[in-house]
């Protein structure tokens, strides 16, 4: 969604644009969230978008003893869904290649 940034806050999932601050995780992913991540870590979180779909990633380490992100929370802003998904990788990025 061009003119939109995604972001985690202290307080959860957010997204804003020209219309203003959009609190996507509110009663849905936040709570849940919280309980999942290394709290310890929780600075440590990436955020990525895809460049083809209309999906955020946000990877996290789910316990102490994670030495890679093992967890990731996806957000598809046109559905306006969330899904959880299990995976591991020392870091994320995103790219895009010309046909």
């Not at 969604?1 to 939109?4: C, F, L, N, V």
């Not at 306006?80 to 998904?85: F, G, V």
């Given at each position: 969604?061009?003119?939109?940034v995604f972001f985690l806050s202290e307080d959860g999932f957010y997204s804003y644009s020209g219309e203003g601050l959009n609190p996507i995780g509110s009663n849905r992913v936040n709570d849940w969230f919280l309980g999942q991540i290394d709290a310890n870590r929780i600075q440590a979180v990436n955020c990525v978008?895809?460049?083809y779909r209309t999906r955020i990633y946000w990877f996290y380490?789910?316990?102490a003893g994670a030495t890679n992100f093992d967890r990731v929370?996806?957000?598809d802003w046109a559905l306006?869904?969330?899904?959880?998904?299990n995976v591991t990788a020392q870091f994320w990025g995103s790219a895009a290649t010309p046909s």
């Open positions: 969604m061009a003119g939109t978008a895809d460049p380490h789910s316990s929370l996806m957000y306006d869904r969330w899904a959880p998904l």
